[in-house]
């Protein structure tokens, strides 16, 4: 079991693995902020101006939607 399954309750990694839409948005909602925050700060001089933090977040959130629904987690 992976440091990130452990950190969740068990029926929200069945739903994840299901495929359940409303059980994304919770990931989401639970993750995003602090992924921000860390973007925002990893981002800084001249990359930091053309790549925004939220931009990160959404490429982050589109890959490990996909490779969940690959089975890759």
Not at 25 to 47: C, E, Q, T, W
Request: hydrophobic share 40%; glycine share 8%.
């Amino acid at each position: 079991m992976s440091e990130f399954q452990q950190q969740l309750p068990p029926d929200l990694i069945a739903r994840l693995e299901a495929g359940d839409p409303e059980s994304y948005g919770i990931i989401f909602n639970l993750y995003s902020k602090d992924l921000a925050r860390m973007a925002k700060h990893r981002l800084s001089g001249p990359v930091g101006r053309r790549v925004a933090g939220s931009d990160v977040v959404q490429m982050v959130f589109m890959t490990f939607f996909k490779r969940l629904e690959r089975g890759e987690y």
